[in-house]
């Protein structure tokens, strides 16, 4: 057995409903008043906070909400956050949203605790200072981020960097499923299929694949493979919603330790160029990128179809096909997107597409084959 590091939270409830309790949960585990609560400004006025907005204020907190976080976040969304939270002098930092929320309440929480510019914290293990007590409460199924040690930031027009530390880990991770009820078929399709990607990826990891992840992502996959297509024509379906929120953080756990690979590198650039939600992005080029690397996968990616469909049997090939069409049949199910030409993309953007894939160094180095160019081209050609 290869030697392995294994990091997450240090601590992660799950309740349904324990937001409505939020301040007094915060206020038996910290001290201090002033409270950054991080979120996006369609939770913040369509009433879904209100309740844990009430409990916080009766249990002694001053809360400074800071709500124009929005998808893919930009650098000066980031900036402008820490200068609010440092003008009030926060003592606390809670993410409450989708990935973009605690992606920012991360770094928000990093730049309270030390005087590290954040342009010198892009990249693996460039956070040098400490952070400011930080609590992540997902609203989606999906980027697992409330337990991974990753905040992704929009740093030019069409461009994403990564901030990759374990100082980025929060102290705790609350999963209300009460939160996710009612989440469009759309969102809960995409973001499942994003949380499936990482399972995936995670299992497949080609540097950093170890026991736990493994034994992570298998659980993860089965709870979100299991629950989505629920989840997805029955939205107030709490237990399938319960599934869902705990197999994205599983998966979350999986890929913070074994990290993605092609699906997220090849994704990246139909978000950064065509606006496409992130989940989205990763559920377009999937099946194509697992067809490209089943020559060096298909062992992995066979166990993996035994997961979704118990009892399939075959050669490592026949269950690898498996894995893909059920993944694309459970794609068309909840009839989301599946072509790129769906999303604005033509021929013609396929070479730049391939190119900016290439920069996504970090992450093609844990994808079990060699992506070239022309490789992401061809991918790129059979999603459109």
Avoid at 56 to 70: C, P, S
Avoid at 125 to 147: F, N
Avoid at 334 to 340: D, F, M, S, V, Y
Wanted: glycine content about 8%; proline content about 4%.
């Amino acid at each position: 057995m290869n030697n392995f590091e294994f990091r997450t939270v240090p601590c992660v409830v799950m309740e349904a409903g324990i937001t409505n309790r939020l301040g007094q949960v915060l206020r038996d585990r910290y001290t201090g008043t002033q409270v950054c609560l991080v979120t996006d400004h369609y939770l913040h006025t369509c009433g879904v906070l209100d309740q844990a907005l009430a409990s916080m204020a009766a249990a002694g907190w001053q809360v400074q909400v800071i709500d124009d976080v929005v998808a893919d976040p930009p650098e000066h969304v980031v900036l402008e956050a820490a200068r609010q939270a440092r003008a009030v002098g926060a003592d606390l930092v809670v993410g409450l949203g989708g990935g973009s929320s605690m992606d920012v309440a991360k770094l928000l929480a990093v730049l309270l605790g030390s005087d590290q510019p954040l342009t010198d914290m892009y990249g693996i293990g460039k956070v040098t200072g400490g952070r400011l007590p930080l609590v992540q409460i997902p609203t989606t199924a999906g980027t697992g981020s409330e337990v991974t040690p990753v905040s992704i930031v929009t740093t030019g027009e069409t461009t994403k960097s990564g901030v990759v530390s374990p100082t980025l880990y929060a102290d705790l991770a609350i999963l209300d499923a009460t939160l996710t009820l009612g989440l469009p078929s759309r969102s809960t399709a995409a973001t499942g299929i994003d949380a499936m990607v990482h399972a995936i990826e995670a299992y497949t990891s080609k540097k950093l694949k170890n026991p736990i992840s493994d034994m992570l992502a298998i659980k993860a996959l089965q709870l979100l493979s299991t629950n989505i297509l629920t989840a997805c024509r029955d939205g107030q379906n709490l237990a399938a919603r319960e599934a869902m929120l705990l197999g994205a953080m599983l998966a979350g756990q999986a890929f913070a330790n074994a990290p993605v690979a092609a699906v997220h590198a090849l994704a990246y650039p139909i978000g950064g160029i065509f606006h496409v939600p992130h989940g989205l992005s990763n559920a377009l080029v999937l099946p194509h990128v697992l067809r490209f690397n089943a020559a060096a996968a298909a062992p992995l990616y066979a166990q993996l179809a035994e997961v979704m469909v118990p009892g399939c049997a075959g050669s490592d090939e026949a269950r690898t096909i498996t894995l893909i069409s059920t993944l694309e049949d459970i794609a068309e199910a909840t009839g989301i997107e599946r072509q790129l030409r769906q999303v604005g993309v033509q021929e013609s953007d396929l070479r730049r597409m391939a190119q900016d894939a290439m920069k996504q160094t970090r992450l093609l180095g844990n994808n079990p084959r060699e992506v070239h160019e022309d490789d992401a081209y061809d991918i790129y050609a059979a999603a459109l």
